[in-house]
C-alpha cells in the first residue's frame, strides 16, 4: 500500500485531484493523517481531514478556549494556531512587534488581539500575499501583524489571542523567527536593548528597565546556563560572548562588515570596500575564506578576516551595517546551528543589499523583508526601484535606494574583438547540501551536468564549425564565462575547441568591459553590459522550464518589449544572430539603442550615494 506521506506530498504537488486524494485517504485513520502531518502544520490537517470526510470544520466554544473538529473529530484548539514574531524594534517611548499570523480560511469570526498589561492594543494588519495553498484551495491564510505599544507602566507584560466568537483565546506558543533577538530556547535566554531587558516565557513577552549591573547579572545566570550544557558549542559561545562585550567597551568608531561569497570576490562587496578606505570616521573588514586566492588581494585593499573565525563571529555582533553583494544566510548568521547562543546580539548590525546584479524578475518569494530585514536594498534603474515598492517585498521606500551598483564606478568601455557566453545557472539541476567541512550550505548537481540539456546544448554551439570558421575569418574569439554555482561541474564543456573558459580568475568586471557581444540567458549581467552601450543575444531555448523551477518568477522585465537584443530559441538561428552581429561590428540594432539609452540613465558615482546612505540611516 503506498505510504500516507507520499500520497499527501503528491497531492500537496498538485498532481492528484480531490477525489483522488479523498478515496486514498479512506484507508487511514484521522489520528494517522495528524501524526503525518504533525501539530505544527494544524491548518493543512484541517484541510486534509476536510477533504476526507467532505465536511468543513466546525468551531466549539469551551471555557476559555475554542475546539476545532471535522466529522465531530477534535484536531485541537484554536490557541494552537500559530504566531509568528519576525520583528521587535525598541526605542526610549515604544516596543514595535510586527510578525504574521495564521487563520483557517472561512472563519470570519477570527480576529487577532494584542495586550499589554491587559489594555487591548491597536493592531495593524495587511495582506502577507503568501497564504498557503494546494490547487485552487486556500489551506492556511496568512496576515502580517503590527503592534506598537508606549512603553510606560514598566515592567510590561505582552499577551496575544486568537479570537472567535468573542471568545479570547491565549496563545500557546509564541514562534520566534531568525530577525527576532528573544526565544526560549533557554530558560536564562535574554535581550537589552538600551535601558531595557526583553524575554519571552513562549506564551508572552516581558519588558522592563535594567540598569548596568542588572544587565551584567542577566549576562552572567546566561553563561551559568550555557556552562552546564557544557559541550563544545557551549563551551564557545561563553568564549565569544566574554570576547564581544569586551571589545564593546573598547569600541570608538562605527564598524562596518563587508561581504561577497564566502569564497570570492570580485562582486559589488569589493568594489564597495575598495572606495570606504579612504573613510577614516569607519572601522571596515571584508570577511571571506582564507582559503581561497581572493583573501590575499582583499588583504591589501584592508583589513581581512577569514570567514567562521572568531573574529569574524565577534564582529559580526559589534558591526553597526553588514553590508553584501549577497543575502545567503551567512551574511547575517555565521553561526548557523548554534545561533540561539548569540541570538540576542548578532542581529543588532543593519543590513545593506548591495546585490550581485539588476533585479529584473519578480523575487519577492525569497528576497521579501520577511526573509531578509535589509535596512537599505540597492536599486539601479526607475524600474527596478518600482518593482522592490509595489511587488510584495513588504519594504517602505526610505529601504530602496536608486544608487547603482558599485561595479558601475569602475567599468570602463575597452571592447576587443571577445564574445562571451554567461548562461545563468539551472535550479533544476542543481540541490543543497550542508558542507560540514566549509560549515556552509552548498548547490551541488542532481544529475550528471554532463547529460543535461543545458551542457549538450552550450557543447553544440562551442563545437560549431561554422561559428568557429566565422569568428576566426573576422578575428573574434569565442568565451564561456561560467556561473560561479556551475563552473566546478563545467570544466570540460568547452574541451577540444577554440573557446576559452574563463575562470573565476579572470574577473566579471573584465568580462563586462572587454567583450564586444554578450550572449546570455536571464542573467542580470545584460544590464551591466547594457549600462556600457552593449548588446546581448538571448539564448533561451527553455523559457518556460525555467521560470517554473527556479528562485524567481517573471517579473517586469519583458525580453521582447525591454530586452537589449534579440532571443533566439534554436542553435542554428542564434549562430545566424551571432554571424550577423559580427558582419556589424557587434553594434546594437537602432532599436536596441534606444531601449538602453531609456533603461541605463546612471550617471555614477554608486559608492558615494551608497556611503551618504548608510550614514544618514
Known sequence: MEKLVDIIKEHDNGTTSIETIRRQLSRFEDNEIIDCIGMAEMPKIVYYLETKHNDNYKLTAIENDVIISVNNFNIANISYLPVYVHFIELNDQFIEIEGNISMLPRC????????????????????????????????????????????????????????????????????????????????????????????????????????????????????????????????????????????????????????????????????????????????????????????????????????????????????????????????????????????????QARIVFLQHGVIKDDMSKTLNRFHTNFTGFITSTNDEYKSIIEYPYFYEEKNVWLTGLPVMDVLKNCPCRLIVFAPTWRMNLMHQERDDIKNEMKWVPSCDIRHSEYYKRLRFIFQNEKLRKYCKRHRYKLAFKPHPLMEEYLTDVTSDTEVLFLSQNYSYKDVLCKAKLLISDYSSLQFEFAYLGKSTIYYQYDEDEFFENHTYKKGYFDYEKNGFGPIEKNEEDLIEQICKYIKHWCHPEVIYKKRIKSVCKHNGHSCEKIYKKILNS
Open 108 to 347: 470570519e469570526s477570527y480576529n487577532f488581539v494584542v495586550k499589554a498589561n491587559n489594555s487591548e492594543q491597536e493592531c495593524q494588519f495587511s495582506s502577507y500575499n503568501m497564504d498557503y495553498t494546494i490547487g485552487d484551495n486556500t489551506v492556511e491564510r496568512k496576515d502580517v501583524f503590527k503592534v506598537k505599544i508606549k512603553l510606560e507602566d514598566l515592567p510590561l507584560k505582552i499577551d496575544f489571542y486568537n479570537c472567535v466568537n468573542e471568545i479570547y483565546c491565549s496563545i500557546n506558543r509564541l514562534n520566534f523567527y531568525r530577525f527576532a533577538p528573544i526565544n526560549d530556547a533557554f530558560k536564562s535566554q535574554y535581550c537589552v536593548r538600551g535601558d531595557y531587558l526583553l524575554h519571552t516565557d513562549s506564551k508572552s513577552i516581558y519588558v522592563e528597565k535594567v540598569n548596568k549591573k542588572q544587565a551584567e547579572e542577566k549576562e552572567h545566570i546566561f553563561r551559568k546556563e550555557l556552562a552546564v550544557l557544557d559541550t563544545s558549542a557551549s563551551r564557545k559561545a561563553i568564549k565569544i560572548r566574554e570576547q564581544y562585550f569586551c571589545r564593546l567597551k573598547q569600541k570608538n568608531k562605527p564598524i562596518w562588515v563587508v561581504m561577497d561569497r564566502p569564497n570570492r570576490a570580485d562582486d559589488n562587496g569589493e568594489f564597495f570596500f575598495r572606495y570606504i578606505q579612504s573613510k577614516k570616521d569607519i572601522d571596515s573588514f571584508f570577511i571571506i575564506s582564507d582559503s581561497c586566492e581572493d583573501f590575499e588581494k582583499i588583504k591589501k585593499i584592508g583589513k581581512t578576516v577569514p570567514i567562521y573565525s572568531d573574529e569574524h563571529l565577534v564582529l559580526i555582533m559589534l558591526a553597526d551595517f553588514v553590508i553584501s553583494s549577497q543575502c545567503n544566510g551567512v551574511v547575517e548568521n555565521p553561526f548557523w546551528d548554534d545561533a540561539e547562543f548569540y541570538r540576542d546580539l548578532y542581529h
